[in-house]
């Protein structure tokens, strides 16, 4: 069974400032880790993914995270944000050897950019 | 059509009512799921279609919720004897392989009175 961690609830940052999400995670196997945007009434958006390889992951909207194996974490970064990333950001995880690769989320983060 | 669409997106209801959600995948995408977005619960998994295999229903909250998959596509999600507490956002989402990227539909708002 997994767990997802995602430490702070909400973050209000100033429009152009950086931010990083935290993202914990708690396996007994080896994981699949994504990173999620769901804007006001709209349904999940996939950012980015983290599967294998290297793990710093680049995805949409100048979006990247990072996999830290030893700390067991996945925190999303943006370097400048935008009003328009105002939105709810969910971390998942999903099981590498498992048959149904369901989703397993976190309870997420409300990102608002203040202008 | 271009992605996961559900139906309807606002259903409103009396305790103890039946009700039917209804997802459509994206176009020969095998794999569908149901998830349940809640207040208190957070995003939960529900159950898993894979073309023809038995469904993984181990995140069934209770034997009032059932899902089938009709021709390896359409979905309906299943509700019987509604309870408060099934007030949610119920996402359904597809994949065109087993770990695959997951595509969402908007949801369906249920609200039960």
């Known amino acids: 069974a997994q767990s997802v961690t995602q430490l702070d609830s909400q973050v209000p940052v100033f429009e152009e400032a950086p931010v990083e999400l935290r993202c914990n995670y708690s396996?007994?196997?080896?994981?699949?880790l994504f990173w999620y945007v769901q804007y006001p009434n709209q349904g999940l958006q996939l950012l980015l993914k983290?599967?294998?390889?290297?793990?710093l992951v680049k995805g949409i909207n100048g979006f990247e995270a990072e996999f830290n194996k030893s700390q067991t974490s996945f925190h999303l970064r943006k370097p400048s944000v935008h009003i328009s990333d105002t939105a709810e950001y969910f971390c998942?995880?999903?099981?590498?050897?498992?048959?149904?690769?369901?989703?397993?989320f976190g309870s997420g983060t409300q990102l608002t950019v203040l202008p | 059509g271009a992605g996961v669409s559900q139906s309807p997106s606002n259903k409103v209801t009396e305790k103890g009512k039946d009700v039917e959600l209804r997802c459509d995948p994206i176009?020969?995408?095998?794999?569908l799921y149901w998830y349940r977005q809640s207040l208190g619960q957070g995003l939960e998994f529900l159950i898993y279609?894979?073309?023809?295999?038995?469904?993984?229903k181990s995140g069934l909250p209770s034997d009032r919720f059932s899902a089938e998959r009709t021709g390896g596509s359409v979905s309906t999600l299943t509700i019987q004897r509604t309870q408060q507490e099934d007030s949610a956002v119920y996402l359904c989402?597809?994949?065109?392989?087993?770990?695959?990227?997951?595509?969402f539909g908007p949801g369906t708002r249920l609200t039960v009175l």
């Open positions: 279609f894979q073309g023809n295999s038995a469904p993984d």
């Open positions: 396996s007994s196997v080896s994981v699949y």
């Open positions: 983290y599967l294998s390889g290297s793990t």
């Open positions: 998942a995880v999903s099981d590498r050897r498992g048959s149904a690769r369901q989703l397993t």
């Open positions: 176009s020969g995408h095998t794999a």
């Open positions: 989402a597809s994949s065109s392989r087993v770990g695959g990227e997951q595509f």
